[in-house]
């Protein structure tokens, strides 16, 4: 069950026109956008730049959201996927390497080396399990999200979701 | 070891972490700077208020122009359904005079025509056409001279015009006088006219394409046509040469033989009058054969009215189609007469924003769709 609120359809309208609704839309995301970054790019500074690309996208295109019963956050992701997505096809980069960017992390050495074998073992997993156990343990997506986001059936990424888990125990 | 939700749970923690105040400040600063420079853009907000507005902008609009276009359409055909005043009649023209009057007797079915078949309107046309019973009598004669026909013709052609009554008509007429037809009889109003004419059959598809280009689909509707076989009026001419030739024959050996002289003259007066018999025959045997080597033509012009110019009499209202249109003209003209100009423009405002308001909807909707297939399906190959 994810912790985190969606803003209210009026708020949302709202931040079509007016700055300051705007600023709230953003701080209210902004974690979970930036997160969702730095998990695909593994880099501080990308995922910033690219969390404010984000938003001027969303800016942009607000008025284009229609509330279909999907909540927003699944859009916002969309969007900041498609620009991830985008960054790497442009500029050829590839996500930094995986123990590097764990020691970028400022935590107990015990954590960061179980990271790190966290970190080898989705990498060791196809793109799309990987991008499945993400979204859900580390953006905490609900699954009805990660199914909107990814284009899938809820029933299909349930399943999917509980394979990649599989697979990654056993890599672990 | 942990278990693996468990590390992801504080990795997830550790980076949330990383957002510091100071980089969550330097990128709202970002979208702050980001914000006025896309929303003070002339260019963007200028375009979002098109955007937003021309679909509205556009339907009304085109309301208002189909509203005062229908009413100022309604004020002339009201204006059109006076009496007729104009009236053609090729006998009182200069050029009947100039064509030739090869036969006299030509006569045409007394049809009144007004409407091509479109929708439900009347057309008496349909009703004339009853086809003959399939059956021909033995003794019948249908060849004549060396196994040849005779045949009667005659077609009636109908076509739809938007142009002016008048110079479609002398278009045809000119048609028919460079196809070295005659033209017999031309009478008809502002709205219809019917053009009457003798012409040979095989310029006859001249005349039918002249007739396509006119009409206003590009066809040319066949109201009527036959053709009747009338070889044995000749037949019956030339059994009568035959039978006077005989008589001629015979008298003529009785003249060589030994007979008195009033016999003799009275053998010369019967002589004289079969050939003078013979001779009319034969004369009448070529104006027969010339009258049927040519095609009767009746050509139906009517000038197109649309839905909005309230003749209702041109409804068929035995049709369910055609008793609606009958109403709901008749309606439409009562209030375009009863009410003044601005009064008939206000009613067809109502009218096409009941008709159109629905069909607007629903072209927003697909194209909504539309956009947002386009978005996924580019979202997708993106991906």
Known sequence: ?172 | MKPIEQRFEQLRTALDALNTDARRTRMEQGIRSAWIHTHTSPMYTFRQRIMRTLPYASLSVAIVCLAVFTAQQTKESAIDAEPATLSIHADTSSEKLEQKQKVADYSFSDTELSQKTYGSRINLLDDISIAPPISFREDETYTYGNNQQLFDESVALGIETRENILSTTQHIRDAITEAEGTLIRIYGSKHSATLQAILDPHRLSTIEQLLAELDMGRTVTTHTYSIENVSSEVAIIDEDIASAQSRIDTYTAKLNGNISDTERKRIETYITSAQKQIEQYTQAREDIIKAHSQIRLAVYITHYQPFWALNYQQYDRETYTGAALYEVTRALRTVTYSTGPLLTIIVWIAVYTAMLTPFFILVRFIARKIIRYIRRKKDTLTQ
């Open chain 1, 1 to 172: 069950m994810s912790s985190y609120t969606e803003l209210s359809a009026k708020e949302i309208q709202r931040a079509i026109h007016d700055e300051e609704a705007f600023v709230v839309l953003f701080r209210h995301y902004t974690d979970r956008v930036f997160r969702f970054l730095w998990m695909r790019t593994r880099n501080t500074e990308l995922a910033e730049d690219l969390t404010q690309e984000t938003f001027i996208i969303v800016m942009k295109k607000l008025h284009t959201f229609t509330y279909t019963g999907a909540p927003f956050s699944s859009w916002l992701l969309q969007v900041a996927l498609n620009v991830a997505r985008a960054h790497f096809r442009k500029k050829g980069n590839t996500p930094t390497h995986s123990l590097d960017s764990a020691l970028q992390l400022s935590a107990p050495n015990e954590l960061v080396a179980e990271w790190i074998d966290l970190y080898a073992a989705l990498d060791k997993l196809p793109e799309e399990e990987r991008e499945l156990l993400t979204l859900k343990y580390l953006d905490d997506v609900p699954v009805s999200e990660i199914a909107y986001i990814l284009n899938i059936s809820p029933n299909t990424c349930s399943v999917r979701i509980h394979r990649a888990l599989s697979h990654l125990h056993t890599s672990v």
